[in-house]
């Protein structure tokens, strides 16, 4: 593995080699180090091939010479995997999970898997360089010979002695007394993607962990992954098809860069039922794909798929493929896809569970804007459902602001207004949540609450009367520059349209109709300290509830007047709530004059509506 790369850049030729392979067999150990114990390289110009080949830098022997390690993390590593992996720690980043060695060319396939063995790490950099190099490092700083670069010449060469294993060598040496080794044949005819494929599982741990993981989004994350496997394999296309209907391809051919690359369904499916993978030489002659019209159409000869599979599930296919030559994967090559698919597969998974613990932590915060903790729990369960396009429903509406603000505010520092303003609003949330109300939205000084949204509940109307009179009580307790604040609060039961409104990038689920419309024209009629509520919304409320009538009005945008009622007070009920309705006029509706409560209907402690008390008209 020494010898091709280094005659295919050109550094070498076979007459250079045959002298290397001579001097090996004379004085053993490595051909690299015989080459550069004759100076037929240089130790800067060795490296570089071998840094491009792996993807990485290269350190020289001198650099080694005056580096300082961490005494903790080289013993964490041990002596003993560092010498057999030809490597030693020089840098570890805790915070970010970063790893950092120097190792020796060529590189163990296993070095990224054996050292996240015992060190946490997220990712592994590797820096080459020479063998000899590496191993006065490790005699430096685990066996504390200050002087173990004394026998590395200046081209970065070791003594002979020191010579270690290299199974990767290209000629066998002649066994002498001084050899330690033995060393392995290799083809001359081993080519550099050859050697590629054999360091494959070094080198796609280390792609994509330098470079897929940096990912953040699943579209850019697929993207990078089909790039690297073209660094990787003799493809021409690309793509990745997941069972979530997700469907991304990348190709090299020619009028094909940005078009959408059609991938054989029969591929896929032959793909689904397998246990490993899909290897194909030529998909046109292969019986397994003889009835597929899209494999004749798309003329595929060459074809290699397989499963991507994480925490016992098929996620989907990862595809390659030539059409320009058949036989153009090999059986090494299927290994190296499974190997690509495998480590895929978990970033995909993980990559979708983070897009969905964000869509669900988008949706809670969505949802808990305009639903109480309870509901928002409830709809993301699945046990009740939010329609956001709309739906018909009743619902109870409270509108309260506060009196005089406008001229309270103009007299006070910006902060002062803001701080009141929170104030007023916490306990108005308060009240509306251990009624079992939800807080709609927040508009200057004035808060909408419903209840029956989204679900109704018998005694919604009779809950927000008691949330209403629990926040007129805590104004009053609330003093501002020696006076009480005060508020006022309407109250209204009908039949509304919930659903989520505005536009694309923002929209609230909100009630709107003409009960919405008449409980806030309630609460502008409202006098300080009042709640003012419909007949709509007491008879629904039950037995205690207290309310003096007033003189009908004419409400802005209400067609037909309309009589409020003063509540008074929501005695704690002693038994089930009396849900009463007047059938003769529609809950909600405001269109029949009759507005106020029927003989026979419970109101207060009478019988009938007590005598309407006269009541300055309002517009």
Not at 88 to 113: F, K, Q, S
Not at 301 to 327: E, F, H, K
Not at 506 to 528: E, F, H, K
């Amino acid at each position: 593995m020494i010898a091709n790369p280094l005659r295919a850049s050109g550094l070498v030729d076979s007459a250079t080699l045959d002298v290397g392979r001579t001097y090996q067999r004379t004085n053993g150990g490595l051909l690299s180090n015989a080459l550069l114990h004759l100076n037929s390289v240089k130790e800067g110009d060795f490296l570089r091939i071998f840094a491009e080949l792996y993807s990485t830098r290269f350190v020289k022997s001198d650099k080694l010479k005056t580096l300082k390690l961490d005494l903790a993390l080289v013993e964490k590593v041990g002596v003993r995997l560092a010498e057999r992996l030809r490597m030693c720690p020089i840098r570890w980043d805790e915070a970010r999970g970063d790893l950092h060695v120097v190792a020796a060319v060529p590189l163990a396939t296993n070095l990224d898997t054996e050292l996240k063995k015992v060190i946490p790490a997220r990712s592994v950099s590797v820096y080459v360089a020479t063998a000899a190099s590496v191993h006065a490092l490790i005699r430096r700083w685990h066996y504390r010979e200050n002087d173990a670069f004394d026998v590395v010449s200046v081209n970065g060469a070791g003594p002979h002695e020191t010579a270690k294993i290299e199974p990767d060598s290209s000629e066998p040496s002649e066994p002498t007394q001084s050899a330690k080794t033995v060393m392995v044949k290799v083809d001359d005819t081993l080519t550099i993607a050859t050697l590629r494929r054999e360091n494959a599982r070094y080198r796609v741990a280390q792609e994509f962990h330098r470079r897929v993981t940096l990912e953040r989004s699943l579209e850019s994350m697929i993207d990078r992954i089909l790039s690297v496997i073209f660094e990787l394999l003799p493809a021409e296309g690309a793509a990745i098809w997941l069972n979530s209907g997700k469907f991304a391809t990348k190709s090299i051919r020619a009028g094909e860069e940005d078009a959408a690359m059609e991938i054989p369904r029969a591929v896929i499916d032959q793909t689904l039922i397998s246990k490993g993978g899909v290897l194909v030489n030529n998909a046109l002659i292969d019986e397994r794909f003889d009835r597929s019209e899209s494999v004749m159409i798309r003329g595929v000869q060459s074809v290699m798929a397989v499963p991507l599979r994480a925490r016992n599930q098929t996620l989907g296919v990862l595809y390659v493929d030539s059409i320009s030559q058949s036989a153009a994967f090999s059986e090494d090559d299927l290994p190296l896809l499974e190997s690509i698919g495998a480590q895929a597969a978990i970033l995909l998974d993980n990559a979708e569970l983070l897009a969905k613990v964000k869509q669900e932590v988008e949706n809670r915060s969505n949802l808990s804007r305009f639903l109480s903790p309870a509901a928002v729990e409830e709809v993301l369960s699945g046990r009740m459902a939010l329609k956001l396009d709309g739906q018909a429903a009743v619902v109870t509406a409270l509108f309260a602001d506060i009196r005089g603000f406008t001229t309270m505010s103009s007299q006070m520092p910006p902060d002062e207004v803001v701080r009141i303003l929170n104030r007023f609003f916490e306990d108005c949330v308060d009240a509306v949540e251990q009624n079992h109300g939800t807080v709609d939205k927040f508009m200057g000084d004035c808060v909408m609450a419903l209840w029956g949204a989204p679900v109704a509940k018998p005694d919604d109307a009779r809950n927000a009367m008691a949330a209403a009179l629990q926040m007129v009580e805590r104004a009053r307790r609330t003093i501002i520059n020696g006076v009480p604040l005060e508020m006022g609060v309407g109250i209204n039961t009908g039949e509304v349209v919930l659903g989520a409104v505005g536009s694309r990038k923002r929209s609230d689920y909100t009630a709107i109709g003409s009960a919405v419309n008449l409980a806030a024209r309630l609460c502008g009629i409202a006098r300080a300290g009042e709640v003012l509520v419909t007949s709509d919304t007491l008879m629904v409320g039950g037995e205690g509830v207290s309310a003096d009538s007033g003189e009908p009005v004419i409400l802005k945008g209400i067609d037909v007047p309309i009589t409020p009622y003063s509540l008074q007070k929501v005695e704690t009920p002693q038994a089930e709530p009396i849900r009463l309705y007047n059938v003769a006029t529609p809950l909600g509706t405001g269109k029949h004059p009759k507005t106020q409560p029927q003989p026979g209907i419970r109101v207060g402690d009478d019988t009938l509506p007590p005598t309407p008390s006269p009541r300055k008209r309002r517009k």
